[in-house]
């Protein structure tokens, strides 16, 4: 009996499907493959992609390893970089992304919206991923954020803030004293 159940897990995968935008395939392979290549070692999962239609397929024994390597190529697609991505094989990383059509479905104003999280000159992004020492990456319909489980929730908390109209102002004291008690504790 033992033998028989051993042989099923040896044998089971696990496939994980993704819709990748087509300009961010490239990316995802990388030079000569090489992006595609180390995020199958360091997942011991597998990656096929059709870069014509921007389909990619996961697959993997270990559904833990597998899940990683999913929100590692979500993060690549929603506009990361592979090195800021590659956290997420970091214990307690994660992504969060966050849709605009949440904040305000009328596409015209994504650009207001996406301005304000970018802030001028990219500053108003810089100043959270300061404070809460969280990644963002503004892409399409999206916001996403990566940072480990304790900053990211507060990351996350100023950006559905200032998508909500608050004053950066606010957003940034907040941050600060956040930031300043959770100094305090270490």
């Known amino acids: 009996m033992e033998e028989n159940s051993d042989r099923l897990q040896q044998i089971e995968e696990f496939i994980y499907s993704l819709k990748v935008p087509k300009e961010r395939i490239a990316v995802l392979i990388g030079k000569k493959g090489e992006e595609k290549k180390e995020l199958?070692?360091?997942?011991?999962?597998?990656?096929?992609?059709?870069?014509?239609?921007?389909?990619?397929?996961?697959?993997?024994k270990n559904s833990l390893s597998l899940y990683i390597l999913r929100e590692v190529v979500k993060a690549i697609s929603r506009g990361f970089n592979p090195e800021l991505a590659k956290q997420l094989f970091k214990q307690d990383y994660a992504l969060e992304i966050m849709s605009l059509n949440e904040y305000n479905p009328n596409k015209n104003h994504h650009p207001r919206l996406k301005g304000r999280i970018i802030g001028k000159k990219g500053k108003?992004?810089?100043?959270?991923?300061?404070l809460t020492d969280c990644n963002i990456c503004v892409y399409g319909k999206t916001v996403s954020i990566i940072g480990n489980m304790i900053d990211l929730p507060f990351a996350k908390k100023a950006v559905?803030?200032?998508l909500t109209g608050s004053m950066h102002v606010t957003v940034y004291k907040w941050l600060e004293k956040y930031k300043n008690s959770r100094m305090e504790k270490l």
């Open 124 to 130: 108003s992004r810089e100043t959270i991923e300061q």
């Open 160 to 162: 559905e803030n200032l």
């Open 40 to 60: 199958e070692e360091i997942s011991d999962c597998q990656i096929f992609i059709d870069s014509k239609e921007g389909d990619v397929t996961l697959s993997g």
